[in-house]
């Protein structure tokens, strides 16, 4: 039996470490100096090696603790003082709602963190500084709002680096885009600012929060026709595997030195990736080194009981076997024991799982003390939620990211001086939640488009023309139309909404909603000047009509281009910025969702078959805007001007007479490195306004066959010119990996002969002998 001084012990360790007082007290921490009984373990003492600490603390717990602990709502050990951990928390473009550690939101407290653009959006600045700033403010406020007591995770479960293998992805809006090196900078970048690092990556051990890449690997289809994410079966061949789906997860963990990643709920190949051997243990942990653990999607380790494990007991063991960590569930808690009771599983594999979840808890410094008290993160406050700098910040991404589609006769920008009255028309001008995109939060303000042109033109009426975004109910196109051959100029706010895409739900086409197109024909129709079209959406849409109807001047993209999205609009269309964005994703017709399956994973095209084949790299159709498009108030000219080697040679290696290729896998790592070197390309601004200007370096082949990309992105960076301004951008190249290609094995290689380096209209030829 416990002594009344056990119990009263007992009693005021399950008062400090409940939910409701920590969170009202400051925030939920381990080994409190001033708590004698702490003193005495080794996990407590900072001095120590973390792999040290954490052997101890698990060694210290029961079979029943160590079970608990293996669910996203991780309970507290009040007898060792280790406080319950939430490991659910969302943070894709700034903190989030959902998620069992997500912010408690209080208006006492903090009730508003700053909303980014949807990563979409940020991700077509091409700008890496941009992204990496994004995840050091979002960090800063996790830290702020935890250092509140408002938050009980401090593991964020983003970036969501899936590649947009299809248009209508419901989630593709959350990602970077379609090409896997643009992704794979996305990802290391974002990573590197959440967790805390430098820009540069110095791999610093301690973390700020801790990033999690999702959804590891090949998901990308929500629910289409009969298919769902719970069940679908990706089949993906060895080669797309190799240079299409794992690229950015493998640069999350070598690169951007990630400490988590997530698997997802579908198949690949048959066997679901929470319970695959191979790519949790071989691939992430043992090739790729990752530092850090695996989470389940919610609830993907009890799909799995359905989809083939048969019982809970195996999926449970699956699982653990295969080398995931953490359940987002309670599947583990529950059925853990009677496997580890039938044999299953050992006390080992939860040993294992357990020490990769303390080891981040205590790179957190979560078992270092009060974070309050600690040098590097302690004093972050709650001033530093929705902090000016971060606002600022907001504003920057959404200019960035807007994407000037058309500019027929330089309609814009507009002249504050020259536009007396101005219609804004459409379902998607006076509706700020519209701008903020899925997995978002309260954002610190909310300014619509309508409001914010309001600073820009007094004479300013405003008809919505439809309800909502479906444009099915509430159809007013005569009034719009008469508004709009009353006033001066005209802009329609159109585009889609979560209720066409959103997690669990993909489109079926990609057609603007309902009669959003007779509303935009019948408003151009009839208006004085041409109109503007600013089209707010994830995925893209068939905008063909629009892109060749002479009474549409102007189109623009902004996506979700969160909080400061309507103010971003206005300074865009108004010139106080000079567009710079391009496309992350092709914008395909309409008639490619009749010509291919979602349910097709095939990235290469098929003559044969007359299947068309994915994104930029290898479609082989017609497009509505390509991959990289963006006009600007600017003309730009590019010229190689310098390249260090325009022949490779590989000294010493031997190809295959039939097929005159090197197998990367056989060249020497220092043999790699003596192949590098540097391009070096002249962009010129030649227009009358500064301008921000993405510059892409793409490499081709001679031919498309056996599987060669039609062309591929090699690097890009980001240039700030001014009017008539020039400046030289270098490129590094590395052969081994920019060059290369992978085969149907899934192997990588180089070809013999040429490859071309582009710069838009430029390009110049390497040889490899």
């Not at 400051?26 to 900072?46: I, L």
């Not at 349910?599 to 390509?626: H, L, S």
């Not at 591929?712 to 001014?722: A, C, G, N, Y």
């Amino acid at each position: 039996m416990r002594t009344l001084r056990e119990n009263l012990l007992l009693f005021f360790s399950l008062l400090a470490f409940s939910p409701l007082l920590a969170l009202s007290s400051g925030p939920p921490y381990s080994c409190d100096p001033s708590d004698y009984s702490t003193q005495t373990y080794a996990f407590c003492k900072t001095t120590l090696p973390i792999e040290q600490r954490v052997q101890d603390l698990v060694s210290r717990l029961t079979i029943d603790e160590k079970i608990s602990q293996l669910g996203d709502d991780s309970p507290a050990v009040p007898r060792l003082g280790v406080p319950a951990f939430k490991w659910w928390t969302e943070a894709l473009h700034g903190m989030a709602y959902g998620g069992k550690g997500s912010i408690h939101w209080s208006f006492s407290g903090i009730f508003k963190a700053t909303s980014f653009p949807q990563v979409i959006v940020t991700a077509a600045s091409f700008n890496p500084q941009l992204w990496y700033k994004i995840g050091e403010a979002i960090s800063t406020e996790a830290r702020g709002i935890y250092n509140n007591g408002q938050l009980e995770g401090l593991t964020l479960w983003g970036p969501n680096v899936n590649l947009f293998r299809d248009p209508r992805w419901g989630r593709g809006q959350e990602t970077p885009g379609e090409d896997p090196l643009h992704i794979s900078k996305y990802a290391t970048m974002y990573v590197r600012g959440l967790q805390g690092d430098s820009f540069e990556g110095g791999q610093a051990k301690a973390l700020k929060t801790s990033a999690c890449c999702k959804h590891f690997t090949a998901y990308d289809l929500e629910k289409w026709g009969s298919a769902s994410r719970y069940s679908f079966n990706a089949v993906v061949t060895a080669q797309d595997l190799e240079d299409t789906f794992q690229p950015p997860f493998k640069s999350c963990v070598q690169d951007g030195h990630a400490s988590c990643l997530m698997c997802p709920f579908n198949r690949v190949n048959g066997v679901a990736p929470c319970g695959d051997y191979n790519f949790l243990t071989k691939i992430a942990k043992q090739q790729w080194g990752l530092d850090g653990y695996i989470a389940s999607d919610c609830d993907a380790v009890g799909v799995m009981t359905g989809m083939y494990a048969g019982t809970p007991e195996n999926a449970s063991a699956v699982a653990l076997k295969a080398g995931m960590d953490v359940d987002c569930g309670t599947h583990l808690q529950k059925y853990s024991s009677s496997a580890l009771g039938k044999n299953m599983i050992t006390e080992a594999d939860i040993d294992r799982a357990l020490r990769n979840l303390f080891a981040i808890r205590m790179r957190l410094g979560l078992f270092d003390g009060n974070p309050l008290q600690q040098e590097k993160y302690g004093s972050i406050g709650k001033d530093q939620v929705c902090a000016k700098e971060h606002q600022d910040l907001a504003l920057q991404a959404a200019l960035e990211g807007i994407v000037l589609l058309k500019n027929a006769d330089n309609i814009l920008p507009l002249s504050k001086a020259k536009v007396s009255s101005l219609a804004v028309i459409g379902p998607n001008a006076n509706n700020a939640s519209i701008l903020i995109g899925n997995y978002q939060g309260p954002p610190c303000v909310s300014i619509t488009p309508l409001d914010a042109l309001r600073n820009y033109v007094s004479d300013i009426k405003y008809v919505a023309g439809c309800s909502n975004t479906a444009c099915n109910s509430g159809i007013a196109i005569n009034q719009a139309a008469q508004l709009a051959s009353s006033l001066d100029y005209v802009v329609l706010f159109m585009g889609l909404s979560l209720d066409q895409e959103r997690e669990d739900f993909d489109r079926s086409d990609l057609l603007l909603p309902g009669s959003q197109q007779d509303l935009i024909t019948s408003v151009a129709k009839v208006a004085k000047n041409p109109v503007i079209l600013v089209l707010l959406c994830g995925g893209p849409v068939d905008v063909s009509f629009a892109k060749t109807n002479p009474k549409i001047g102007a189109i623009l993209w902004a996506g979700y281009p969160g909080q400061a999205g309507g103010p971003a609009i206005a300074q865009v269309l108004f010139g106080e910025y000079n567009p710079g964005g391009k496309l992350p994703m092709t914008w395909y017709p309409q008639d490619y969702t009749t010509q291919v399956p979602m349910t097709n994973m095939n990235m290469r095209a098929d003559g044969g078959t007359k299947y068309p084949g994915r994104t930029y790299r290898f479609y082989q159709g017609e497009t509505v805007f390509p991959f990289g498009y963006g006009l600007s108030y600017s003309n730009y000219s590019h010229e190689f001007v310098s390249t260090a080697k325009t022949t490779l040679k590989l000294q010493g290696l031997k190809t295959s007479l039939a097929s005159k290729l090197y197998e990367i896998n056989q060249i020497r790592s220092k043999e790699c490195q003596n192949l590098n070197f540097k391009t070096t390309v002249k962009v010129t601004n030649h227009g009358s306004v500064e301008g921000r200007k993405p510059v892409l370096l793409f490499l081709r082949w001679p031919n498309a066959t056996n599987g060669r990309p039609r062309k591929q992105l090699i690097d890009f960076t980001s240039v700030h010119l001014k009017a008539g301004e020039t400046t030289q951008v270098g490129f590094a190249v590395n052969a081994c990996e920019h060059l290369s290609r992978a085969t149907k094995e899934g192997k990588r290689v180089i070809d013999t002969g040429s490859h071309f380096l582009m710069v838009e209209e430029n390009e110049i030829e390497i040889t490899v002998a």
